[in-house]
């Protein structure tokens, strides 16, 4: 019924009102109520949107340092944030500049001072890239000029150069929703992951198997659209398993 209820909200809100969501830790995550701005489904759903969002405070540890790609108006920026706490740190990486500003919004609203906002694109070269997106769906873009849509230009890193940038030390969770690139962003993770070897959350929408890192197993929670790569030699892994994650034994692409 609650559900219900806040769909019909939606429905009837204005569309320039901002929706404000409450997680159980008391993380506050704010978007506006139009489709594509993130913060329609956080709203209707909570932290249930996503089993691994929910699950979030078994995957992360205080202290932890995580990247967010794709971190939209910082759903698990926040979350991450509040679980890791002051002695950790949030890499929140958001190419679009109304997504990011509404990201370094609810960092503000919630007092985290352990976000670090990065306003880029994150794949497997350093340099500058034209994107094409629909002007009222930021969320909805393309590396090809489109009729209808508008084009910017973005930075873009290899998570190994940001990371050395940022002059972090550790490096425990990476969290990669890419639209399709999830490939390039790993490749430009590579160092980052060979050493430190961090859990990768990982949303896969490609239609071929994603480049899984050497040593990594690929685990599934349920009926998820997320894969969760952990390497074979964490001590955690059997802690993931314990907690519904199942590794996978046949091709990812053929489960997609």
């Known amino acids: ?15 320039n009102t901002i929706l404000r969501t409450t997680f159980s830790d008391g993380t506050i995550v704010c978007g506006e109520n139009k489709p594509g701005y993130g913060g329609r489904g956080v709203f209707i759903f909570g932290e249930a949107q996503e089993h691994e969002l929910r699950l979030l405070p078994s995957l992360l540890n205080k202290g932890d340092v995580v990247v967010d790609v794709g971190a939209n108006i910082g759903t698990y920026t926040m979350r991450s944030a509040k679980i890791v706490g002051p ?3 949030v890499i929140a990486v958001e190419p679009f500049p109304r997504m990011a500003a509404m990201n370094l919004s609810n960092a503000l609203r919630n007092n985290f001072n352990n976000v670090r906002l990065r306003v880029c694109c994150v794949a497997d070269r350093d340099g500058h890239q034209d994107f094409w997106m629909k002007a009222n769906k930021p969320n909805s873009f393309t590396l090809l000029e489109t009729p209808g849509y508008n084009c910017f230009n ?20 990476i969290k990669i929703d890419a639209e399709g690139v999830e490939n390039e962003v790993l490749a430009g993770a590579k160092h980052v992951i060979d050493k430190f070897r961090p859990m990768i959350l990982l949303e896969v929408i490609i239609t071929e198997n994603p480049n899984i890192p050497p040593g ?38 053929a489960m997609i």
Do not use: C
């Open 216 to 253: 990594y197993v690929a685990l599934r929670y349920q009926d998820s659209h997320n894969l969760l790569l952990v390497h074979q030699d964490s001590p955690r892994l059997d802690q993931i398993k314990a907690i519904g994650f199942t590794e996978l034994s046949q091709p990812i692409a």
């Open 154 to 173: 973005s930075r873009v890193e290899r998570i190994d150069t940001l990371f050395e940038a940022e002059g972090l030390s550790r490096l425990d969770f």
């Open 87 to 89: 002695s950790g740190m």
């Open 1 to 15: 019924m609650k559900t219900l209820l806040k769909k019909i909200a939606v429905f009837l809100l204005p569309r």
